[in-house]
């Protein structure tokens, strides 16, 4: 069986004690590992997930996109933007519009880059631009 790699893995990195040091998995939280395990529980059925958690379909769609949108910036070797997933969450709850939450990451980026700090990273791509 062929193995998977990404770029941001050490070339030497060994499964063992203290293995995610260095693996973008280090970088989720308890509870997004958390979610992972469940889902490969689940044999990746995001049903099984919902029943699982007690919760809708969509709301563990939701949560799962999340993840997904903080594991591929830790991949890319990008650092999450909180203030990206507080608004993607926002518009996925139908509590904020994509245009808004487009304007507030606009403006904390161009606010961020006229102080000299790298303080928002992550696309405007996804959730946010529904």
Do not use: C
Not at 17 to 39: F, K, N, Y
Not at 79 to 108: F, Q, V, W
């Amino acid at each position: 069986m062929a193995s998977l790699s990404f770029n941001s893995v050490p070339a030497d990195w060994q499964p063992g004690a203290g293995a995610l040091e260095g693996h973008p998995l280090a970088q989720l939280t308890p509870e997004d590992l958390d979610l992972i395990v469940a889902l490969v529980l689940e044999s990746g059925s995001l049903k099984g997930l919902a029943k699982r958690y007690r919760v809708s379909y969509p709301t563990i769609r939701s949560r799962l996109d999340g993840v997904i949108r903080r594991l591929t910036a830790a991949v890319e070797g990008r650092t999450p933007s909180p203030l990206h997933d507080l608004l993607a969450d926002l518009i996925e709850r139908g509590e904020l519009h994509g245009p808004t939450a487009r304007k507030i990451l606009e403006a904390a980026r161009s606010s961020a880059t006229n102080a000299g700090l790298g303080l928002v990273e992550g696309s405007l791509d996804g959730p946010v631009d529904q």
